[in-house]
């Protein structure tokens, strides 16, 4: 069965420090990938997805940059954090086609 | 570029039935609708999904008008756990493998002994 992997669960980073962000996914190929932010109590934001190796769309001018380097690994990066930039971030993966996206459990990002 | 609308919240008892209704009156002809629950500091987790008419599985059914401009989530006999926040997603796919994807903004259901 397929899995997702998220880490770490929480972190708490000071302004202006880099942030990576690591999303992995088990028992699929080419994935659609997906980063989202939500802010407390309030929905999903899609901030990036990738339909392959390399290839990323952005969905919101910001802070933030995603890679893939592999098929099944997403990644969320920053060069400064923001105090803007908490929240909790979520990767989601969905297969080809007209399928649902399955999310991970999310990193509860805190910045001092 | 469909926009969704959700109630912000709804009140219900344990074994009631309840329907969460969704609007997304610009949805195109080859979007599909999918819903999820979210409970506290964890991922969202999928319900449900369709096209049209009415799909039905273990946990919900989700009823889709033939005009598609709504659609509405039913949870049959709610218990205490089904206290959760509930969202519909609009995706729309296109053959060059871009995709647009709208979520509401969640309806946060409390289910009352």
């Known amino acids: 069965s397929q899995t997702i992997h998220q880490w770490p669960a929480t972190l708490v980073q000071p302004v202006g420090s880099p942030l990576s962000l690591e999303c992995t996914v088990e028992g699929t190929s080419n994935p659609n990938l997906y980063w989202y932010r939500q802010a407390a109590g309030r929905g999903l934001q899609l901030l990036f997805y990738s339909v392959g190796i390399g290839q990323i769309s952005s969905e919101v001018p910001q802070n933030l940059s995603a890679s893939r380097p592999q098929d099944r690994q997403f990644i969320l990066s920053s060069k400064k954090l923001l105090l803007s930039d908490s929240g909790f971030y979520l990767c989601?993966?969905?297969?080809?086609?007209?399928?649902?996206?399955?999310f991970g459990d999310g990193t509860r990002l805190s910045i001092l | 570029l469909a926009k969704t609308t959700q109630p912000i919240s709804m009140d219900s008892y344990e074994g009631q039935e309840v329907n969460i209704t969704c609007s997304h009156n610009?949805?195109?002809?080859?979007?599909?609708i999918t819903w999820y629950q979210q409970f506290p500091s964890q991922g969202p987790r999928f319900i449900i999904q369709?096209?049209?008419t009415k799909v039905t599985n273990e946990v919900a059914s989700l009823f889709i008008p033939a005009d598609r401009k709504s659609s509405t989530l039913s949870l049959p006999r709610v218990s205490l756990s089904d206290t959760a926040v509930y969202y519909c997603?609009?995706?729309?796919?296109?053959?060059?493998?871009?995709?647009?994807?709208?979520f509401g903004k969640g309806t946060k259901l409390t289910v009352n002994p």
């Open positions: 610009n949805i195109a002809t080859n979007d599909y």
């Open positions: 369709g096209y049209k």
């Open positions: 989601a993966w969905r297969g080809q086609g007209p399928q649902p996206q399955h």
């Open positions: 997603l609009v995706v729309g796919l296109s053959q060059g493998g871009s995709e647009k994807l709208v």
